[in-house]
């Protein structure tokens, strides 16, 4: 199809996702046509080196080959089949060994080991919330209606979902449709709202919100987080000991632990879990993005068998759980999850992590000395660059000059791909990538950084 037709087509049609479109009909957009390992090539023959994994998605590289195998084999026995009264192969493959990996890698509580399927990690948040809800309706427990979740948090965009998010310009205007909430501070040491820095934020924010669970604790349904890492509301990565900290404050006052992993799951922290790092099992996680590899949509809602226990009654007890997708275990993405979970053992993935982690590290520590950088945040291959006005204050550029995003937007002409937050940097590439090529694209960001901030 001709570049200038599909351009056409584009504006005419498409809304695109967190985009101010009346900029994006002046733009001329950039078509993806094809991938291979971290790359993806456009509809003019340029190839850029992915730095954000595909809007964080894609782990094992584009166009894998086992993956690629796995969905046609699929495919030629079945696209989709409900689990609404029936099963399929795949997922109950699936769910299986997406149990013995949870139970491996977090073994420190209640094992994890009932699988719900969805759709994305909205819908799995979406999911882990009306469970945790209903959980204490069936246990006769009244009185409970409000979620705690994080300042800069960030877990999707159905209502329920946005109602725990703590990005403002994300959520903001939708406050008048939310289920309650209570935020509680985020341990974002760098502009911490307590006026502290690391160690103290973290301990701080810990005692922050312990108050609102000894206040709380009779209404508060459970406890909604990013662990270790905030993603979308900056690269926020948590000092060490708030997530165990955390964990010990929802078992004292009883309370239920939502881990949403649907960003740093499947190694993004160094570890398959970002829970791992600090030896915590939560009562709830969810997963998505990474799961297939960027394949399809699919995400899973993981509880222990505790909470699953309490849905358990005669028909007329109502104790069911009356929610499900049309394409609740999809056959294909099952496919391409298992063939994933597959490409780690093969590959021995993780144990190859901590060269390029440490890569990363070196060259951040470089950047993190330019003149307009305030502060760089990393965990395992996750990476955020928070561009500044001035440095020693940490006063940040108006929101109108988007420097960010010219950041960004430079690096295309070096064949890198990136998307910002605001005015944070994003680095995420997939965990196939090179000590080659991360070190290319850590250098073009910082080549581009110099350039339009000087």
Known sequence: MEREKLVEWDKKYIWHPFTQMKEWLKEEPTIFVEGRDCFLKDTEGNWYLDGVSSLWVNIHGHRRAEIDEAVK??????????????????SIILAKELAELLIEKLPWGEHLTKIFYSDNGSTAVEIAMKIAYQYWVNKGINGKDTFVSLKEGY??????????????????????????????????????????????CGIACLGEMEKILKENHERI?????EPLVQCAGGIIVWPEGYLKGLRKLCNKYNLIFIA?????????????????????TPDIICLSKGLTNGYLPLAVTVVNERIFNAFLGEIEERKTFY?????????????????SLEVFKKDDTLRKLPAKINLMAEIF??????????????KGMIGGIEIVENKKTGQPFPYSMQMGWK??????????????????IVVMPPLVISEENLERLLTVIKRCIIEITS
Not at 409 to 418: E, F, N, Q, S, T
């Open 155 to 200: 877990h999707g965009d159905t209502i329920g979902a946005v109602s725990v998010g703590g990005v403002e310009l994300f959520h903001e205007v939708y406050k008048p449709l939310l289920n309650k909430s209570i935020q509680a501070p985020a341990p974002y040491c760098y502009r911490c709202e307590l006026n502290l820095k690391y160690p103290s």
């Open 221 to 225: 349904i459970a406890v909604v987080v």
């Open 365 to 378: 520590r470089e950047i993190s000395q330019l003149k307009h950088v305030g502060d760089v945040r990393q």
């Open 73 to 90: 084999l699929q495919l030629e026995k079945l696209a989709h089949s409900t689990l609404l009264g029936a099963c399929n192969e795949p």
């Open 323 to 339: 929610h499900g997708h049309s394409y609740t275990g999809n056959p294909l993405g099952c496919a391409a999850a298992i063939a």
């Open 407 to 424: 950041v960004v937007k430079a690096a295309r002409k070096y064949g890198v791909w990136l998307r910002p937050l605001g005015d944070v």
């Open 260 to 280: 949403d992993e649907v960003a740093t799951g499947f190694g993004r922290t160094g570890k398959m879990f970002a829970c791992e790092h600090e030896q915590v």
